[in-house]
């Protein structure tokens, strides 16, 4: 005989009457399942609406433009000299997504961590961020001016956080 019996038996619970007792205690047990299968299928349902809602408002989001070269941009190529110290930045190259190959040399070179041109109401501007010792995050933003071809913006030196009003002439 199991103890369980034995237990039942001393007590005084009849059979029925334990059977009754174990059903009330697999459901006490098995109250916490539907809650949980119910959490399961909320989770599940706000994941498919959550990815539907993300996917529908990629869809209807307006498509992003890649600034194609133009033969405006390409009027940046060449080499441009800041009268007032030498700076010189050279563009070699300008992808169709905006990228530019450029250097920028203090007489010598400094690491150009990122250049970009865009177009916004016709007026085309570069973008020039550098990464050198004494120039950490240094940018120039200059806009170019066809009348006189030259590119005119501000130079943010980062290590001082002090803006520049520059110029920049073709060479």
């Known amino acids: ?23 009330s205690i697999r459901k006490k047990k098995q109250k916490w399942l539907i809650p949980l299968i119910c959490l399961v299928f909320m989770g599940l349902a706000a994941a498919v609406l959550y990815g ?3 996917r529908s408002s990629i869809e209807t989001a307006a498509p992003v433009s890649q600034k194609k ?33 450029a250097a920028y040399f203090n007489p010598r070179p400094i690491y150009v961590s990122r250049s970009n ?4 109401g016709g007026i085309i501007e570069l973008f020039i961020e550098l990464q050198g010792k004494g120039y950490p995050g240094s940018t120039y933003t200059l806009k170019y001016n066809p009348e006189h071809d030259v590119m005119v913006g501000i130079y943010f030196q980062a290590v001082i956080q002090q803006p520049f009003d520059v110029i920049f002439q073709r060479q």
């Open 69 to 101: 070269e133009t033969p405006e941009f390409n009027k940046l190529a060449g080499t441009w000299v800041r009268p007032d110290g030498g700076y010189v930045i050279e563009i070699s190259k300008i992808h169709p997504d905006g990228r530019v190959d």
């Open 1 to 23: 005989m199991t103890a369980c019996y034995i237990q039942s038996m001393i007590s005084g619970i009849t059979n029925g009457q334990r059977k009754m007792a174990q059903k």
């Open 52 to 54: 539907l809602m993300s």
């Open 117 to 120: 041109v865009s177009e916004e």
